[in-house]
């Protein structure tokens, strides 16, 4: 089974490399009759996209979509959702000379090492542009889950302080999240939010770039979603996080802290909701028990590495092995978080749609 | 797509629940010609076992697999391999008497929101015995990849240490992996494994449980293995570690931390290796870069949550929402870290056997 | 993706070979909820048991199917059910002598082409008794569509009749439904069951054996089942009929005959039923139009060549090639159509649980 | 799991409807290496095309593709190729006014009856140019076929003869394949290709439909392609030329008529070839044997019915079960015959692909 499609009822197959012709997506599975038009589509690139502030890259690109198919008088019909955006702004000059260089922390060398050679302008397909298509999907599948109450955010919560010292974070000490879409951190600190803009600046003239971390949230997941035993909400949440690029942690609730934590601390209890349904009384659970939604909100962290672009000269080898120095130029981004928050929604909502419409088969009608 | 098969071309099918009559496993796609016998399998399943040791459960199961097809003249013939163990100690009556109430961190709660009901006898399919199914396809898996010089272990990293305060790790300094299958920790570090089995003694005696970290390592792994872009080496990976019962974090090469690091550190310079490949002269990335197999040793850490059975009371709801509290006997291991070792070495295996198979179709001959 | 699964959402994993301890299966994706219970396998693996009359092989096996999981108090839990059969009348001698030889019309050449070896006691898994499996997984099929009003049932159309001279058929020419059980060729035509048997015992005699056809049929199928485009009705269920072994053709409706009708002829008019909904006034298309049921009866018929064991000497070559002359012993039946009946509609009974599952996804709610 | 995809490594998605924007599908799965150009695709599509012949539909499409993605360099780069048709002749006037009746052996029915409505322009979906997507991924996987020394061919073999008399069929007596191309009926026989032609043109001015057979042959195969059990080779062609619309019958070698024939007749002996290799004195079986391939040449039958929309008045009923008349007017073809040749070696040449590349998995390195 070839890696480019995602979900097992709804389903996304994305297509295209950064220089090409477009980059696009087809969405199979979504059910008739959701109201749907290029807006609802739109609005989700345009977060997206790059060149929206300072802190991302320089390329400018309209990044505007086309619905090719799926959709009749403003409603899914069931059939595939094709969608497409050309690429306009691909420069692949920039690329030329460095072709037969392994830049560090790219996937040049292991996408050699996979097909025997690669379409080496602008990443092609390793290029974050592929993101286009999951942005779009994932457009869908969160009209999908309003219909049945579900709604996704995700904002930067920390970003690496390089000059706080080694192993620190400039971490959002206050949620407060309307104000995430505010600024161009999309941190729901505002103050922080500030200091995270100061930091990329910093790094950017440094010739550096910096990691941190998004956290993304579910609200309103309806408790039973997730299948038994492979299929585990957390497992193919897990798959959809780490195959954003850059991702090298994914956690959920405690998450890693989980470690230092005694059963007695962990183990939430459950209690009687207001409304007579049953509950937790702490979420230390992140959502999910046994791999399957109880209801509770969802809490995803991503920890992204620092963007391996940085202007500075790096060893490495060529296509022979012959040690080389590298740098890269072209329009590259200090730090993907902001631009990260919409991939990170994108993706989880695609599981939750994916397994909303499984729920359907768990039981005898 | 129901749940319980994993895997695209190496692909297991498990079964079974902790008080039915038997628990097994189908592994379908394995290449003809693999020499397999019984006791491959049995020696894995022995190192899973409960009631190895004082850290573990005293649920006594001698867990003999028997080897059903699939099998002609000691190699494999290219079909289904289906296995099975016989559930032969399982006391269901410590079940009956809770069986309408609600374990907190448990996935009574989440199965009957999805199911309508549940088998409450013995955690029914949610139980840990389910893991049997696993360490049976990651024998073969792990067989398969010798064949290609893959060889993956690993080991009980770190685990809770409530006497040092909150947050703490008791967590190996040393690393001698020969100690590894030495102690009943499967600590690498002799010391740090005496004072771990301290603590769990300690955690029994309060009636609670301990969290941790499993690190799992694969050496030898041929570059090039993943596929982009959703199947990326550690999406595939990442799922299989969450799809584990009670992992919460899962990361790789510097994990979580590259949050706190920049490009500059990150990145690791290509160099040429004394054999003339192609190799890195660091390996912060944990063996994996944009999704594909560097060649470099692939470092995975999982955080295991501490197992929610504890022998103190809890609150809890019963199904009808109405308060209760809820003493959970039968015989719970305060740390699963050490059983969690050949589970982990398992998932790990039959993600890389599955890739290596696909890699086989990336290129024209 | 290994080729032993079959089904999206109702899934059936078959493994075993013919002289191996056990033959089985696992379905995955029964929805929980479903009542079942061992006695409901066992009826429709007696119906496809050998040795039940003088028209099929000697083979003697009660053929015992246990239930090893996914049933809880009496119904599905949603959990995978898996079942086995032991093997207790396995001759390997038979097979001994020949194992080096490829029987004429057996797959014994192609094994080897395509797996360097093979399994070759009693045809390995390309036995027969593979379908043990699915006529287990299509038991429970049925009790999930009977739920729903599905009615399937099949019998022995026609048989080759060599002693009328070539490309002649003994075919049914009354449909008594109620007598298809009553007799050893499943035929619904007394009379003509009767001259069935009389060529059996013929070709027998005579060292040979026979082709012919079985018709299935399924009633009270709801409109609407089938997926666009590749995974309509009638691909998944030509798809099902084709990998019975024997199977040479798969016809709907009219089937080839519409090679020979003109639009007007085989278009079905649309009409008002009396109660109101929407129909057809005849059912040239078989129950099926654009892949997608129309609440007709489903009407499908299959061609299986004659059996390819016969007991006369065959030319053939050995493994090395060279020229021998064969006389396949064992107990062989010299027509498959009585058995054929069950396990055609077990297979058509798992594609449409499959559809019916399927199509609770099509809509939005 | 959706249904607009087909093949596991080489896996075809299509997408589009008659009358929105485009039509069009991606290819995932191709291995990286292949050398391909869009004339490649083009001429393959050019013979799928309306408007070729009196024979078939006045709609006049260039049907000029573009490829999107997955080409570098004039060669596969194993990324996905996505390519596109736009729709240019859509003339949805003529549906406006039918839009609430059901076509009588169209899908209008039954797809409203799944998905609570239909795009009706066109036939949306459900129209004949979405096999453009399958014409266009064939070609690729012919592509691929040749570099393994695979051919794949087929000719119309019979059409209804209405002027001879019900079941009367006019059929190429005579095989000359370099006929094929050279006339519009695709006959091999070219005294026959006329007498069709004559039969298409009374049929127009009766305002009817004919039916026929498309035959499809395969050579070069390599012995060993085919999954046991449920992928067998028989099976996946079987589901592949089923999901072509129209398509009523199925059938490979003898077909349905190895219901006349008895084992002595079909059996087919091995015998040594004069290269040393194994084969067969015979090809009943049609290239597959245990649904694996022998390395004969694979043959196989399709039944068209006779197009749905014929120019007559026809009785039927609305959407609200009304009766009404109802004239189908449009660009329709009284015969599917030629333009069903590509699109059946389209299909049979993507199964072979996805199995040549499934059988590098079979055996152990």
């Not at 951190?185 to 003239?205: F, G, L, S, T």
């Amino acid at each position: 089974m070839p890696g480019n499609s995602f979900g097992h009822t709804f389903r996304l197959t994305t297509w295209g490399e950064s220089h090409g012709p477009a980059v696009g997506c087809t969405v199979d599975g979504c059910p008739a009759g959701l109201e749907l038009c290029v807006s609802d589509i739109q609005r989700e690139l345009d977060r997206r996209r790059v060149g929206q502030s300072k802190v991302s890259s320089a390329r400018q690109e309209p990044d505007q979509v086309q619905i090719l198919s799926g959709i009749f008088e403003g409603r899914t019909t069931g059939t595939p959702i094709s969608m497409l955006v050309m690429n306009s702004d691909a420069k692949s000059s920039h690329y030329e000379s460095i072709k037969d260089l392994y830049r560090p922390g790219h996937a040049d060398f292991t996408w050699d090492a996979k097909y025997g050679f690669r379409d080496w302008r602008g990443g092609g397909r390793s290029s974050a542009r592929e993101t286009i298509g999951r942005v779009a999907g994932g457009a869908i599948a969160k009209l999908l889950l309003t219909t049945a109450g579900v709604r996704i955010f995700a904002y930067t919560l920390a970003l690496a302080d390089p000059q706080a010292g080694p192993d620190q974070m400039l971490r959002a000490q206050v949620f407060d999240f309307e104000e995430i879409e505010r600024n161009i951190m999309r941190c729901p600190d505002i103050k922080v939010a500030a200091q995270m803009v100061e930091r990329v600046d910093a790094a950017r003239r440094a010739l550096d770039s910096l990691g941190g971390i998004v956290e993304v949230r579910a609200q309103g997941v309806p408790p039973g979603l997730g299948e038994p035993v492979f299929d585990k909400l957390q497992a193919d949440i897990g798959k959809a996080m780490f195959s954003i690029p850059a991702i090298k942690g994914v956690e959920f609730g405690e998450g890693m802290d989980v470690a230092t934590m005694t059963g007695a601390e962990h183990n939430d209890p459950f209690m009687r909701r207001d409304d007579g349904s049953i509950g937790v009384a702490s979420n230390h659970h992140g959502g999910i028990l046994g791999g399957i939604s109880t209801g509770e909100e969802i809490v995803v962290r991503l920890a992204a590495k620092p963007p391996a672009s940085i202007a500075r000269p790096q060893q490495t080898v060529d296509r022979a092995g012959d040690p080389a120095t590298i740098e890269v130029h072209g329009r590259h981004d200090p730090t993907v978080l902001p631009r990260l928050v919409p991939i990170a929604e994108a993706m989880l909502a695609m599981v939750l749609a994916d397994h909303l419409l499984r729920q359907r088969m768990a039981r005898l009608r």
